[in-house]
Structure formats: C-alpha cells, structure tokens
C-alpha cells in the first residue's frame, strides 16, 4: 500500500477530523461514523489518521497483534506459549483494514477448517479481518449498504470486544477491539438503528462549496500524486506535531476531571432532546474529556460538552411528525437553550 496523504494537509471537514482525533485519544468512545458526499475525503481522512499515530508495541508471532502490557487480554495462544517462555515484543504499525461490501462472513470472522479437525484433530483456524483489526480501524465504506447479517455480527463483536466463531461443535475465540470507522451516502441508504447507535459519534461532510476551499482542495491532491515523496516530508512536521498532540492527550486523558455539573449538563441536555437510553451521556461525556485532553484542560467544562455534542448526539435523537428540522439543527437549537449563545460544533 501506498503512502496515505498527511493528515494535516486535508483541507476544510473539521468536524470529521476532530471527531477521528477524539477517537483516537480514547478508543472506548466506539467509532466514528461519516455521512456525506462521494468524494469529500472520508476514507483518506482515515487512513491518514492512522498513519499518524504511533507505532504499537504486539507480541512477536500473534496474529491478533495482542498488547504486551495487557496480559489479561491475550489471545489464547499468546497465553499458552507464555507458559513455555517469555514472550518478545516488537513495534508495529496501527493497523487499517477495510471490510469490503462483498465480503463473506468466513473472510470476516475467519474460517475453521472442519476437515483438518476431523483427520487429524487439530483445531485449524484461518483468521479473519476482524482479527486483523484488533488494536486498529476497521473501516466500512458504504456500512448503510451491508448486509444484514454482518451488521449483526458487528453489533455484537463492537459490543463484547471478542470475536467468536463456531463451527460444528468446534470453536475458536479472540480479541476484536477496534475503533469502527464507517461512512456512507444517506441517499443510498438509511443505516439500521441498531448500527448506528454502536458509533460513538457521528459526522457530516459536505462537499466545498467556498471556492478557495475547492481550489486548495484540487491543488493538494494534485501536488500529491504528482510527488507524494515531496508533499508527504513538505506536511512531516505538521503531521509531527499532531502526532505529539495526541500523544500527550492519551497520557492526559486518566487526570482529566469531570465534574457533577459537566455531567448534570450532559444529562439535561439528552433529556431536552429525549435520546433513548443512556448512551448518549456517556459518549457526550466521554468525548468531552477527550477534547478536555486535546486542549490540555484539567476538566471538563461547557465548552467541551458544546463541541461535542452534535457529533455524539445527532445520530441518537427520535424522529419528531412535529418538528421537520434536521437532526443537527435540533442538536444545536437545544445547546443554545441549555449553554446560551454560542457555536454547538
């Protein structure tokens, strides 16, 4: 694969990008899902991001690429070959993968082979995409067109962090913690609930519609493909930079306070907008302390909760036969009510 186009020269869609840095401060949020146009930089958004991030330390030899410092995590192999000797660790890339639509669910979630058990006992497992992502993205492009039994099957792995496969009386269980990146065209598709409600938090893009905008947009990537090599080191110590940035947010992210009245707030303003179920507290606050981490706050305050609450809220709110406004208007209407005047995103 080729070099990803740098992060910080992706022009405009600061939402998406602020949305895809939170997610990468604190993984527990649950993804990030992007709704927009063909070509507003949804997946290059991505897949620069996580060519930013630093390097991760795996176990030499696991396929799952288990966290040397969280042993009560490992796979099953990793712990049955840490009986015999202590395991080495190496650094690795944070890994990227794409779920295409035409997947099987065999590619997915991995393939037992019933006929090598059978012959020769031995419980052979072909890992899947969902092992591949352990620790990383799992990216879905088009995630409102995928079928409906592997939506399920994300629902449930998003949930339980474990991936489990069986097959006539055989199987195999592993770790699937990974941050769900999806994005989609709402005018191919509306996602399921049950889906959509997974995503921590959700996003718009639109495309451009300033004209210096377009242009810068247009000159980037056409300087890129011409010389990735001079445009990537022409971006390196601005992609530097946010790279110490999130660095320093995920070592800040453990102190970062919440206080009774952020959390008072947070649940004011989801029973003003009446989502269902707690969720939405949680991810509000939780994305908060994220951009709390990110400005280098001590704690979260209003303006935290009013940055974040659009893109954890909107994809959580009942339809109203009463009010026909969007989703985002009913986000930021209700913020101005409980925060006073101001911007929601």
């Known amino acids: 694969m080729g070099q990803p186009f740098p992060f910080s020269a992706i022009v405009g869609q600061e939402e998406m990008k602020q949305a895809l840095l939170i997610a990468a401060v604190d993984a ?4 990030v899902m992007v709704f927009g146009d063909r070509g ?11 060519a930013l991030l630093p ?17 009560q995590q490992w796979c099953a192999d990793c712990r049955a070959r840490s009986e015999h000797t202590a395991l080495k660790a190496h650094r690795i890339p944070v890994p990227v993968v794409d779920l295409p639509l035409g997947a099987t669910e065999d590619r997915v979630v991995g393939a037992l082979d019933i006929e090598r058990a059978l012959a020769d006992g031995v419980k052979a497992f072909e890992p899947g995409l969902l ?21 399920d099957l994300l629902i449930d792995v998003a949930a339980s962090g474990e991936n489990l496969v069986e097959r006539e009386g055989l199987s195999v269980r592993h770790p699937a913690r990974f941050v769900l990146i999806g994005s989609g065209n709402p005018e191919e598709g509306e996602l399921r609930p049950q889906l ?14 300033d004209l210096g905008a377009r242009v810068a947009v247009v000159r980037r990537r056409d300087d890129f493909e011409r010389d990735r090599t001079v445009f990537i080191e022409h971006w390196k110590k601005d992609d530097d930079r946010v790279r110490r940035h ?35 507290e949680l991810t509000l606050v939780r994305a908060s302390r994220a951009l709390a981490a990110l400005a280098g706050d001590a704690v979260v305050g209003d303006d935290h909760l009013r940055r974040s609450a659009s893109m954890s809220l909107r994809h959580r709110l009942r339809r ?7 989703s985002t208007a009913r986000v ?11 911007t929601a995103a």
Do not use: W
Request: aromatic share 4%; glycine share 10%.
């Open 40 to 50: 507003t930089g949804k997946s290059t958004a991505v897949r620069a991001l996580a």
């Open 196 to 209: 959509l409600d997974r995503f921590g938090l959700s996003v718009e893009v639109r495309t451009p519609t």
């Open 246 to 280: 999130i660095v320093k947010a995920r070592a800040r992210l453990p102190a970062i306070g919440v206080p009774d009245s952020a959390l008072e707030r947070a649940a004011q303003l989801c029973m003003s907008l009446g989502t269902d179920g707690l969720r939405g």
């Open 320 to 326: 109203d036969p009463l009010d026909d406004t969007g």
């Open 28 to 31: 527990s949020i649950g993804g």
């Open 332 to 342: 930021e209407r209700a913020v101005a009510q409980l925060f006073g005047p101001g």
């Open 55 to 71: 390097p991760m330390s795996a176990n030499v030899g696991c396929v799952y690429a288990c966290d040397p410092a969280t042993e």
């Open 131 to 151: 092992a591949r992502a352990n620790r990383g993205f799992l990216y879905v492009d088009e995630v409102n067109l995928l079928e409906d039994h592997l939506v």
